[in-house]
């Protein structure tokens, strides 16, 4: 079992950066590959990034690719979303999911574990 616990949102500017932190319990966090989604009012929820359980490996989806970037660091049992150059198109609720297994996915249907998201709004 995963809980996990997003926090970092908030209101910003178009151009301004915000970086999102995912805590995560338990002493199995390294075996699970996590990942960044998020959610828009009227729209479906959609792939952001996603790192594998090592981390050594990230991928992205286009809309912020060069933009964003996933991290994690095991030992403090938290991933994080850097998000830089923000733009209005990228307001939505932000969730971290945990998958079991090493490998990164871009299917939210292969995340067991979800946070309860938190609100990004950017503003021009």
């Known amino acids: 079992q995963v809980q996990l616990g997003e926090s970092g949102g908030g209101l910003v500017q178009a151009g301004d950066s915000l970086r999102l932190s995912c805590a995560a319990s338990g002493r199995t966090f390294s075996t699970y590959a996590m990942g960044w989604f998020r959610q828009a009012p009227g729209k479906e929820r959609e792939f952001v990034a996603t790192?594998?359980?090592?981390?050594?490996?990230?991928y992205y989806a286009d809309s912020v690719k060069g933009r964003f970037t996933i991290s994690r660091d095991n030992a403090k049992n938290t991933v994080y979303l850097q998000m830089n150059s923000l733009k209005p198109e990228d307001t939505a609720v932000y969730y971290c999911a945990a998958s079991p297994g090493p490998w990164g996915r871009r299917d939210r249907y292969e995340y067991d574990y979800w946070g309860q998201g938190t609100q990004v709004t950017v503003s021009s």
């Open positions: 790192i594998r359980a090592s981390g050594s490996m990230t």
